[in-house]
């Protein structure tokens, strides 16, 4: 009948039904271990249907609604008034722990309900404590165990294995509780992949860097290559300079012995033009002593003559040769000088190339040594790699182990915490017991069990049905003497206010600090996921911006405590390109500048402004540091705009407008800007724009 009944709810067929706010089961939630009490409290009134009014018992009854079984209705408007047993307390008892209404939550429309149901059941410990508190508290009450045993108020007993499983609210509370278990490994599971996924970063980044060792290694290779080509060719270069210089060698040796030929013939023309010259000298003394007698011998002087001519072209034949074989020798010497000259530079040339070849020979060497340097770096990170999941495999286990140790640890706590519940109830059980015994002697004997004084020892009366009539005869007496004190009631019930006032704002405080608790956590929760998002996003600029501001290097922002990131501090690692990695207080004042500068303009990147002020950061920087400086600057043009306070050249030459104070005249100063399109290619400001 009930799941008829919520079906035709569901389907909204019938107007009427939107009276009907669900069966009770539906409104209690509680923690799933005293789920089992309120099920046994509740019983059959746990299917029951909660209504406003009586239009839906009107309509089932007059047969407008059809249902396929029967149901039980509990109306919100019929709830009688609070019942006597709502007044009485046993909170602080020993063996009780609690009031069944309060153990639960509901909406504030239901609050009444909850209270008709719960509010006079009382949880306790055992079945002989609720039977001990059923005669102190008088009737009215009801008391189930933690072993969900019913004592009821007509005194019926319900007993027996407790089926939990078979309780509506043990099942709405289990789905709380397991959505509450689903959101926290939910959670767990999210920490997890991140984890995993800031692990896969690594990896990608150790492969990153793996396969930069890689392409330097092979471009190592292609540079060992062109060494070996360039080696090639100059060996080849050198034997074709070792011929050359070996022809020119020959060349010149038979230049030397075309020399000493051309030497012995310029003597031996001497020795020739020698004899002429005697021979003239001979003849123009014959030709002297013929004068005389020229007339007498005409014919000899004119043989004499034809003599003289002839030796005379002799003679100039013989300087013409002589003259020839001079320039000849010239001739040969000016190339026998450029043959040395050639020689020499054959030579020289040699020289460098064998220089060069040396070069590349330790060039050589230097990239094998550079390749068996990276080579063993590349296999020192696959090793480090290979332990580094060996470790994490080992702590996997590890971790497995101690869950299981942990698990097994909670099983036999819990088993040892049932024990030590069921020990301590047959303990209040017991003391129960014999403070109610001793209670009763005391009020029948005034025997004080409890007293500090042990009893005397009591011989047995000698007419004890005497005794018993006097104890009869007092106790008759006692019962006719009626009410001592009128007032206790009423005092009880101001008392009763003033405690349900105080346990309502305690409620209260206890429901505020949790709320505020919730929301903390909540906050914590959102900073946590915004300050690694931020961090990560800043990582990423900074990693960009650093290797595009040293040429290259590594740079990387660590949490010291990744646990806490919101209680962490973070540790800012840079190594400069061609430097081992060491601690950054050994950097350079321009390389810790060039790095707080990469650092900022990461953060700035991730929250830009329109406009940025710099005063004087590029003063500790070189000229090659402040180009890249404007390189960085300029990737931000297109978002922001600089104001750049500097004393650098190179930096001024990157700004489109130049703002500077200067003193024409003593002690008055003067502002003076400048945009470089005005300036013309002589330097000079146009006249129109100065203006």
């Known amino acids: 009948g009930v799941r008829s009944l919520t079906e035709l709810v569901r389907s909204g067929k019938f107007q009427i039904l939107g009276d009907v706010l669900g069966i009770v089961a539906d409104h209690l939630r509680t923690e799933p271990s005293v789920a089992p009490l309120i099920d046994a409290t509740l019983g059959p009134l746990a299917q029951y249907a909660v209504v406003r009014g009586d239009r839906v018992q009107n309509a089932i009854l007059t047969g407008e609604i059809q249902i396929s079984g029967r149901v039980g209705l509990l109306r919100l408007d019929e709830l009688p008034p609070r019942r006597p047993g709502d007044k009485i307390r046993l909170d602080g008892l020993r063996g009780v722990i609690g009031r069944a209404d309060r153990m639960i939550q ?32 008088g009737a009215g009450l009801r008391f189930v165990t933690s072993h969900c045993e019913l004592l009821d108020r007509d005194g019926s007993i319900v007993v027996g294995p407790a089926t939990a499983a078979a309780g509506l609210v043990s099942r709405h509370s289990q789905l709380v509780a397991a959505d509450t278990d689903l959101q926290h490994y939910r959670y767990q599971l999210a920490q997890s992949r991140a984890e995993a996924e800031r692990l896969q970063v690594q990896v990608d980044e150790e492969a990153a860097a793996l396969g930069r060792i890689e392409d330097a290694h092979r471009d190592e290779i292609t540079r060992r290559a062109a060494a070996l080509a360039s080696l090639r060719h100059a ?9 050359e210089l070996a022809e020119l060698e020959q060349q010149w040796n038979a230049t030397q012995v075309d020399w000493r030929s051309a030497e012995q013939e310029g003597k031996t023309y001497e020795q020739d033009l020698g004899v002429c010259r005697d021979e003239i000298n001979a003849l123009e003394v014959e030709g002297a002593t013929t004068e005389r007698n020229v007339r007498e011998h005409e014919g000899n002087l004119r043989a004499a003559t034809d003599r003289v001519m002839s030796l005379s072209v002799d003679l100039a034949r013989a300087e013409q040769k002589l003259e020839a074989i001079t320039a000849t020798i010239e001739q040969q010497q000016r190339d026998q000088s450029q043959r040395r000259a050639a020689v020499d530079e054959v030579r020289a040339q040699m020289a460098g190339d064998y220089a060069r070849r040396d070069e590349l020979r330790l060039r050589q060497l230097q990239a094998a040594s550079t390749l068996a340097t990276r080579y063993w770096e590349a296999q020192q990170i696959g090793d480090t790699t290979r332990q580094w999941q060996q470790l994490a495999a080992q702590l996997r286990r590890q971790q497995k182990e101690h869950q299981r140790i942990v698990d097994a640890a909670d099983r036999e706590m819990q088993k040892t915490g049932q024990e030590l519940h069921a020990v301590s109830s047959r303990c209040d059980t017991l003391q129960l017991k014999r403070e109610t015994l001793a209670a009763r002697l005391l009020e029948d004997y005034q025997i004080d069990l409890l007293g500090s004084d042990p009893p005397e020892s009591i011989q047995p009366p000698e007419d004890r049905q005497a005794a018993e009539a006097e104890i009869a005869t007092l106790r008759d007496q006692i019962q006719r003497t009626g009410s001592v004190n009128m007032e206790a009631l009423d005092e009880l019930e101001g008392l009763q206010q003033r405690y349900d006032e105080l346990h309502g704002q305690y409620q209260d405080l206890t429901a505020a600090k949790e709320s505020l608790q919730r ?43 990744v646990d806490d990131p ?29 790095t707080a500068v990469a650092l900022l303009m990461s953060i700035f990147q991730f929250r830009p402004s329109p406009f940025c002020v710099l005063d004087e950061v590029d003063a500790p920087f070189d000229e090659a540091n402040i180009g890249r400086f404007v390189t960085v600057l300029k990737e931000f043009l297109d978002q922001s705009k600089f104001v750049v306070v500097t004393h650098s050249k190179k930096t001024m030459t990157a700004a489109t407008t130049l703002y500077g104070v200067t003193m024409q005249e003593s002690g008055v100063s003067k502002r003076v800007s400048v945009r470089f399109e005005d300036v013309n290619e002589d330097g000079e400001i146009n006249a129109t724009d100065a203006a």
């Open 566 to 594: 919101l209680e962490s501090g973070v540790e800012i690692v840079a190594t400069p390109p061609g430097k081992p990695s060491f601690s950054n207080s050994l950097l350079s004042g321009g390389e810790k500048a060039l």
């Open 519 to 561: 929301i903390i956590q909540r906050i914590n929760t959102d900073s946590r996921r915004l300050f690694m998002d931020t961090l990560e996003a800043i990582r990423q600029n900074f990693q960009r911006l650093y290797r595009k501001s040293f040429g290259g290097g590594q740079a990387d922002l660590i949490l010291e405590n």
């Open 106 to 137: 509901c909406e504030p429309l239901l609050e009444p309900l909850a209270k008709h149901l719960l509010g006079t059941t009382w949880i306790v410990d055992s079945l002989a404590t609720a039977l001990g508190l059923r005669k102190l508290s």
């Open 235 to 243: 060996k080849e270069r050198t034997e074709h300079c070792q011929r």
